[in-house]
């Protein structure tokens, strides 16, 4: 790395039509896949109707339905929508009938469904097990969002044995490795029938380079594809985003980046031609780059130079960073990490591994650290420390691995996608099928963007949950959300 670095400029931007790269989504175009269409029956009626039913049974012994929690929450509905939906099945059941919403984004009358991981609509009650939290099956109406994950919610056999019962419960902690979906049936009252109540928040932005080297951006899981042009083409190499930040790696080598909502323009070159191989940058803004003698060098702000060296040259193979943790592989294949402090200094890492453990990695916002060994087994690991790694997947699990903030992902040989968002031997969730996806991103707010073998791009919020496609066929080569 030069120590002095140029900031000649900023990247001139020549717009174009996002219409004709993007245009509005198409119909579902990838035939091998188990994508779920984002078409539905969804009720015109006010979605709280469906709790303030639910509620007026409070007390009831046998709940109406007969008392099982699926049946409650399939007679609210049918009661609420005035018999114009009529639910079957569990998370596929409901899909039919309504659009999946966020746990932040969820409000009085969506339905909380969990069924045990790797199941199906056919097999979630076969493979039911209480004892074990990944596999629960359970089905509830939510009152009120809390926040964090918590609800105060109206179900049935849940307080008390085939009862109509109030509570507070969060569905993640209470069944952590099961699938856990929220549904919404009906209407809410000035947020329509969309899966966003909130406006886009800059610091959860998704970007991508089209087949020109041009950039495009939003702000995060927005299920109509609003992508705006950032950068034309033949701007950029790579790209990557997090915590409001975008930075890219020209065509010379040379790192620019932006922050802020997605808009053209507003680059600031922050290093020289021919001194980067590579740049990422996390959901707390911290970039990190690899330097052309495999160096390691930080910063954690927009702007020319700042960058402080965390290692000497030759020091990694591959890096990754999520949140504040920092980490990489080395030459002979052992993991590194290190906590970034402020102010960043030189040398504060930690071996982790024995030579020959890994091959890639990749590190989430909450530190949880997931990589790929010789024989392409998964291991993963919570904090920072030497000999503390799982093995969680055996050799010839996938081609690729990556994290968001717990959610781990992998992309296997047939190009289909399986994830969990706990550490520990197993409980992967198959996502799609075979030929759905050639790579695959995972932010730290859940959200996951693969691009499929047509370079189209579809997302998710979460584990187990439903596609939505957000940009047609030839609209990308690479992506990143952070």
Known sequence: MAPARKTSGIIPIRLSSIAATLGL?????????????????????????????????????????GGQCKAFANAMVIAASGGTQSPSGYQTGWSRLGTQVSSADATKGDIIQITPAQSTDATAESLYNYSNPAKRLHTAII????????????????????????????PFTWAKGSIVDIWRLGTVPGGGSTTTTTPPDASNTVSLIDGSGAVWSQAGLVTNGSWTQEAP??????????????????????IWAKEGTPSAGGWTQESDCNTSKSVIVSSTGVQMELDECNAIWA???????????????????????GGDTQVLVDGCGAVWAYKTTSPIVYGMWTQETGCGAAS??????????????????????????????????PCYAGQSVTIGNNDQVILDYCGALWAKNWVGNGGWNQETSCNSAKSVSVGSEANQFLIGLDNSIWARYGVGNTWAQQAPANSAITISEG
């Open 25 to 65: 989504l198409a119909a579902m175009l990838l035939g091998a896949t188990v994508f779920a269409s984002s078409a539905h029956a969804q009720g015109t009626y006010d979605n709280a109707l469906i709790a303030t039913d639910g509620d007026s049974h409070l007390g009831a012994n046998p709940a109406p339905g």
């Open 143 to 170: 009152l009120t969002n809390n926040g964090g994950d918590s609800f105060k919610v109206v179900d049935a056999n849940f307080t008390s044995s085939n009862t109509v019962g109030e509570h507070t419960f969060n």
């Open 233 to 254: 083409a033949n701007s950029a190499l790579t790209v990557s985003s997090g915590g409001g930040v975008r930075v890219i790696l020209s065509d010379c080598n040379a």
């Open 299 to 321: 910063k954690k702000d927009v702007g020319p130079g700042g960058w402080t060296q965390e290692t000497s040259c030759g020091a990694a193979a591959k890096i990754a960073v």
């Open 360 to 393: 890639s990695i990749a590190v989430g916002a909450s530190g949880t650290q997931v990589w790929m060994d010789g024989c392409n087994a998964i291991w993963a690991q919570t904090g920072i420390g030497y000999g503390q790694e799982v093995q969680e997947a």
